[in-house]
């Protein structure tokens, strides 16, 4: 597993991308920086790493296109020590992205295969998520919640009640809502049983699933 000045300064090129697309947040910018998003990647995607695009990973799954783990990452407005909320671990790139902003992050993956690679991975990089479970992300993980962010990396064709009730006072859900094309939501709760609701553009994410038993 190397990191390569070659990557390194594709990588700053990337993060010139994804200023000039519009992201702001500098700890998000330099943790896009920092990242090696090619060990991320099967060995055949390895050349277009640092392209601003999703690729395929295991299990008819994607690896998140740069610019989005930046906008999500954005919208949940990190304080460090924050305790967050990921659905659909999938490569552990945006865990990996959390994990270096300094935030406590506990992580849902539903395809066996995805988490069973990704949690022998990530601790090979020195990423240490605070949990990793294999389980339905519909479901949230109410034995650890209340989280100050929630994360969905995945398209949810409705917002899963669990995720809302698991968030503190102040907590943000940033989910991508819609079948085929989503819109990018963020709910901020305000009280017990408030949520402002903010949209943002469009996306495309491969589906949130649901367990049909
Ligand atoms: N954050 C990942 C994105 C992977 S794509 C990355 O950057 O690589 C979305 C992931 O959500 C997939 O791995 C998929 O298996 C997972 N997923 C889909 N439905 C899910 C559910 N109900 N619960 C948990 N994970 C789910």
Redesign the pocket.
């Known amino acids: 597993m190397k990191d390569t000045f070659k990557h390194q300064g594709l990588r700053q090129q990337l993060v010139n991308t994804l200023k000039n697309k519009g992201i702001t947040d500098v700890n998000v910018l330099k943790t896009i920086g920092n990242i090696p998003r090619h060990l ?1 990647m099967d060995s055949s995607f390895l050349d277009h790493a640092y392209q601003d695009k ?1 690729f395929p ?1 295991a ?1 008819d ?4 296109q740069p610019y989005t ?1 930046a906008f999500q990452t954005e919208l949940l407005q990190l304080n460090r020590d924050a305790k967050i909320l ?10 990996a992205v959390l994990c270096e902003l300094g935030v406590k992050v506990f ?5 066996l295969e ?1 988490f069973k690679k ?1 949690s022998k991975f990530l601790p090979k990089l020195g990423y240490r998520p605070k949990k990793l479970i294999f ?4 479901k949230g993980m109410p034995e650890e919640a209340p989280f100050d962010g929630i ?1 969905v ?2 398209g949810a064709p409705f917002v899963p009640t669990p995720l809302l009730s698991q968030l503190n006072i102040g907590g943000r859900l940033v989910i991508p809502v819609g079948d085929q094309v989503q819109t990018m939501t963020l709910f901020v709760r305000k009280g017990p049983k408030e949520f402002e609701k903010h949209e943002f553009g469009e996306f495309r ?7 049909k038993n």
Not at 87 to 95: A, E, F, H, N, V
Not at 135 to 138: A, H, R
Not at 205 to 211: A, I, K, M, S, T
Request: glycine share 12%.
């Open positions: 991320f999703a990973i299990a799954q994607t690896i998140s783990v990921e659905i659909g671990t999938g490569s552990g790139y945006q865990t992580s849902i993956e539903r395809q995805l990704t389980g339905d992300g519909y994360i990396t995945a994410f491969v589906p949130l699933l649901e367990d």
